[in-house]
Nanobody, 129 residues
Framework: QLQLVESGGGSVQAGNSLRLSCTVS?????????????MAWFRQAPGEEREFVAA????????YYGDFVKGRFTISGDRDKNTVYLLMGSLKPEDTAVYYC?????????????????WGQGTQVTVSS
């Protein structure tokens, strides 16, 4: 069982940027949790299903993005801090949602939220026009 703590949400105007952070803990005998953990960000707007945003593979290099991202977001990881970041640029009002960090040890990267067993509490991102 992993513990995920997110931070960095807030309210911004369209066109601005935000950086979300997700720090992972819970692996007693592993210092570099990201080396064995697939990390992903999802988001959920009111009345909508949870949507895949981005993922970072266990190599710390390979990244995946939802189609709507179109180069605006960047996912990255700091293995020393066991932290994953989501830098969101050129934000639009339709990006407004609760953003969730998800993780799973040994899972190949997936866009299916039901496959991730560990979730953060979510952080609200609100983009105004």
């Amino acid at each position: 069982q992993l513990q995920l703590v997110e931070s960095g949400g807030g309210s911004v105007q369209a066109g601005n940027s935000l950086r979300l952070s997700c720090t992972v803990s819970g692996r007693t005998f592993t210092t570099y949790i990201l080396d064995e953990t697939t990390m992903a960000w999802f988001r959920q707007a009111p009345g909508e299903e949870r949507e895949f945003v981005a993922a970072l593979d266990r190599d710390g290099i390979t990244t995946y993005y939802g189609d709507f991202v179109k180069g605006r977001f960047t996912i990255s990881g700091d293995r020393d801090k066991n932290t994953v970041y989501l830098l969101m640029g050129s934000l639009k009002p339709e990006d407004t949602a609760v953003y969730y960090c998800a993780a799973d040890i040994g899972l190949p990267v997936s866009t299916d939220p039901s496959l991730y067993r560990n979730w953060g509490q979510g952080t609200q991102v609100t983009v105004s026009s």
